[in-house]
């Protein structure tokens, strides 16, 4: 997914299509997982961790 975004995402945020993604591929690329990669590591998943398991206790109290 940040293979595509980091093409995909310069030309929305640019509001253009150009080639600047592709020739900077390798530079941009490594960047933007890394920072993609730490978001998720400790933004996402722990809200959704938190958001599963109240959903399972909401479910597991209405079962009982």
Do not use: D
């Not at 299509?17 to 890394?34: A, D, E, G, K, T």
């Not at 978001?39 to 079962?63: D, F």
Request: net charge positive; glycine share 4%; charged share 5%.
């Amino acid at each position: 997914m940040s293979i595509f975004l980091t093409v995909f995402g310069t030309w929305i945020g640019q509001q253009h299509v150009s080639m600047q993604p592709l020739q900077h591929f390798f530079y941009l690329w490594p960047r933007n997982f890394s920072i993609s990669f730490a978001v998720e590591l400790l933004v996402a998943q722990p809200i959704a961790r938190l958001a599963m398991n109240r959903l399972h206790q909401h479910q597991t109290n209405a079962a009982s």
